[in-house]
Nanobody
Framework: QVQLAESGGGLAQAGGSLRLSCAAS???????????MGWFRQAPGKEREFVAA????????RYADSVKGRFTISRDNARNTVYLQMNSLKPEDTAVYYC??????????????????WGQGTQVTVSS
């Protein structure tokens, strides 16, 4: 099994930046580097929505239209960690952010259902 733990959330002003981290740990029969990693977010009263994903080799990335050009997903496989650099933050970015893992390889799924493991979430609040 894989356990995911997000960190780096907090309060930011509009136009500011935050960097989220997701550290993977625990036992699994599959190496961490085999997983596609994704970031999702969920605001109160809203469905969980896709933010970004990166494949195991970090060759391919995918972003939601709402964050494209502002957010950057990356991974450091040596540290079993995936990052989400969030720049030019907007109040509508306010949500609980979750990292997730799937063995989908380079498919980079945008739906939550293919992801097998989820973190607890970290709150991001952006004030105007």
């Amino acid at each position: 099994q894989v356990q995911l733990a997000e960190s780096g959330g907090g309060l930011a002003q509009a136009g500011g930046s935050l960097r989220l981290s997701c550290a993977a740990s625990g036992r699994t029969f599959t190496s961490y580097v085999s997983y596609t990693m994704g970031w999702f977010r969920q605001a109160p009263g809203k469905e969980r929505e896709f933010v970004a994903a990166i494949n195991w080799s970090a060759v391919n990335t995918r972003y939601a239209d709402s964050v494209k050009g502002r957010f950057t997903i990356s991974r450091d496989n040596a540290r079993n960690t995936v990052y989400l650099q969030m720049n030019s933050l907007k109040p509508e970015d306010t949500a609980v952010y979750y990292c997730a893992a799937t063995l989908g390889g380079s498919l980079l799924p945008t739906a939550p259902t293919p992801y097998d493991y989820w973190g607890q979430g970290t709150q991001v609040t952006v004030s105007s």
